[in-house]
């Protein structure tokens, strides 16, 4: 559910509650590639690129067939 509200959090904008429900989602399940991917998506916006770089890496050797990562 976390995971859904984040995505639906940052759809709209709200990073801050988007990154809280994200992270959760991301502790209780540490191999979701698809919460990395959406939290490193979250870091561009916000200029991070470092840590997208990072989170996208992560995400990309988890699942390394998601072109769209």
């Not at 976390?2 to 709200?14: Q, S, V």
Request: hydrophobic fraction near 40%; charge should be negative.
């Amino acid at each position: 559910v976390d995971r859904e509200l984040g995505r639906t959090a940052f759809r709209r904008g709200n990073f801050e509650e988007a990154r809280v429900r994200l992270g959760r989602a991301l502790a209780a399940e540490p191999g979701d590639w698809d919460t990395l991917a959406d939290l490193a998506a979250m870091d561009t916006e916000d200029g991070n690129c470092e840590e997208a770089s990072r989170r996208y890496g992560a995400s990309v050797a988890l699942e390394a067939y998601r072109t769209d990562v």
